[in-house]
């Protein structure tokens, strides 16, 4: 069974400072998507990036990039001249058919 | 579209009844999917639709738990005797194709007293 985990259950940046989130998986399947998801305190979801393992190149989204390391099965996510509205809880998930979400990362920024 | 839509957003409900909840999808999207988030945690999946087809429950969707999207629109989540560690956000999500884009809805929250 695939499982996602997120060893840093909080982190604080500095505003305009860069933050990264880590993000390790287990699977036995080489085709498969993985995802970043942002979730503000309002509880809705929203997609932030998304990585095919087909890859080699890591994708990026204005400020957000990721650390796509297929062998380690390791999926960092970058965020870059933080600014307030990127407080949220961020979940990474693994994509097959179904998702696989890891138990998130708190992310404060300060003023 | 608006987006993903859930109703109702808060149901509060004895422990023994049954409860149903509703999602509409992105009308174009073919895909539906059913989570389960409790506090702290993240979205844990229950299962999913293509079409009007359910092709995958997870171990987490007991036979207490019962959904269908009968047109292939919306679906209906529906848990028969609720129980207290029932509590917690439904969350539906839309996507079009394998692995496109999941949009979430904000969700029903469940609280079984």
């Known amino acids: 069974a695939q499982t996602v985990t997120q060893s840093q259950p909080e982190m604080s940046v500095q505003e305009a400072e860069t933050v990264t989130l880590s993000c390790t998986y287990d699977t036995s399947e080489s085709d498969y998507y993985l995802f970043w998801y942002k979730q503000p305190p309002s509880r809705q979801m929203i997609l932030v990036i998304r990585?095919?393992?087909?890859?080699?190149q890591n994708a990026t989204e204005n400020r957000f990039s990721v650390n796509f390391q297929k062998a380690a099965k390791s999926f960092s996510l970058k965020i870059s001249d933080s600014q307030l509205g990127d407080a949220a809880m961020y979940f990474c998930a693994y994509g097959n058919n179904d998702m696989r979400f890891g138990a998130g990362t708190r992310l404060t920024v300060k003023p | 579209d608006t987006g993903v839509s859930q109703d109702p957003r808060h149901k509060i409900t004895k422990r023994g009844q049954n409860v149903t909840f509703r999602c509409d999808p992105i009308?174009?999207?073919?895909?539906l999917y059913w989570y389960r988030q409790t506090l702290g945690q993240g979205p844990e999946f229950l299962t999913y639709?293509?079409?009007?087809?359910?092709?995958?429950k997870s171990r987490l969707l007991s036979d207490r738990f019962s959904a269908e999207r009968p047109k292939g629109s919306f679906s209906t989540l529906e848990i028969q005797r609720t129980e207290q560690g029932d509590s917690a956000m439904y969350l539906c999500a839309s996507s079009y194709g394998r692995n496109g884009e999941q949009y979430f809805g904000p969700g029903t929250r469940l609280t079984v007293t």
């Open positions: 009308s174009e999207h073919n895909r």
């Open positions: 639709f293509q079409n009007e087809a359910q092709l995958e």
């Open positions: 990585q095919e393992a087909y890859k080699q």
